[in-house]
């Protein structure tokens, strides 16, 4: 083992005292299928989305792909050896739908069912507890071709889908989440297109974030059925959204935003209602016919767990008349209806997304889920941070990624402090991967993956965080 760096800065004193977690806290890192499986065309695999967008000129940065992304569906048993190597007491992973279901109708796909056998059964073997993801954004490409998310169908679709992994998995996975970050999945792929499929149409965003809600709450009913014994949750990306100003038009500015980033999901999926206010907003987008009796009563179906992805905070303000847009997700159609408020860059460090680093941010987005929201057990089922790293003389120091970890591991524990029942932490993520339209230009591994070798080094974040597993928490510095 290598000797980790600590934050903070050399020659900084440091007199943070040693945090210690729950027993049975549930400490593990996270992967998703398309960002590190490859293998895309093997095994009775066939198109989802993400291969037509990323096979599309112009849409992935440097035209890569996922065809071969870390090769883990070749090396799976030794990615697994890797995750026992460093004590995950658990690992998140998302099933491929169009691997398992071809086309994304009709029978399961026995030989892509069987990768996932193996994994599962592999994990177990060393003691790792599998958390499973059903979707995690590779929607079978049919599926788009007869209207994608924006279409009811779909809803259906998946719940089928969901029969399908959990007659097959049921009996050996424990934890099941629905859907990964639906938010994006509605806003970025249908709002502003940067991810797939490369949509652009407000109305769709939201038909799409109500269908997959509904496809959500479907699967939920489809899980329990089948395995009566599951964890069932969902996995939503939430920002605290702050206004740049304590000026009336910036606080107003904070609430559509936090309308759409945030109340869009946790009011119907833990509530079973859209909040009044977001649908005024969206009166100019959407007449939310789409909403059929009875629906706001199936994607609030009881749930298990709630898993929070967080990363960062939106800072706001009111428009300025012929103000620049910003670029990616910040991009103006992500937020429709509500494409005039600006985001506020604070100056404050950055990560190599250009996300501002926030800490407390946790804290006070796993208090308001808690507080406001629900008493259900909660895990932070995403954290992490991308920066550039260097291989010298085969290590990689990633200090910055490490630091952010630990910052964000203290916010967790001040949560729990506050009463938040936090049950586990994944960290984003297990290796290097395909971070979407940013291709293999954004690095938020814990191990450091050389694409052409397909060499793996646990980077000292992933040393460090071994050492938190050990010891159930962080030591005194
Ligand atoms: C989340 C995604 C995950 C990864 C991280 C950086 O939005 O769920 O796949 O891309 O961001």
Redesign the pocket.
Known sequence: MSNPASPPAVGVVDDRPPLTFPPGFLWGAAT?AY?IEGAAAEGGRTPSIWDTFSHTPGRVVEGHTGDVACDHYHRMGSDVALMAELGLKSYRFSVSWPRVQPGGTGPANAEGLDFYRRLVDELLAHGIEPWLTLY?WDLPQPLEDVGGWPARDTAARFADYATLVADALGDRVRYWTTL??PW?SAFLGYGSGVHAPGRSDGADAVRAGHHLMLGHGLAVQALRAARPTAEVGVTV?LYPVTPASDAPADVDAARRIDGLANRFFLDPLLRGSYPADLMADLAKVTDFGHVRDGDLATISSPLDVVGV?Y?SRHVVAAPVPGAEPEPYWRAPSCWPGSEDVRFVTRGVPVTDMNWEIDAPGLVETLRRVHEEYTDLPLYVT?N?S?FVDEVVDGQVDDVDRLAYFDAHLRAAHEAIEAGVPLRGYFA??LMDNF??AWGYTKR?GMVHVDYDSQVRIPKSSARWYAEVIRRNGLAAQ
């Open positions: 998703a960002q995690h990964n970050e994006c990306n992805n990363y995403e992490g991308a984003w993520s971070e979407w938020f």
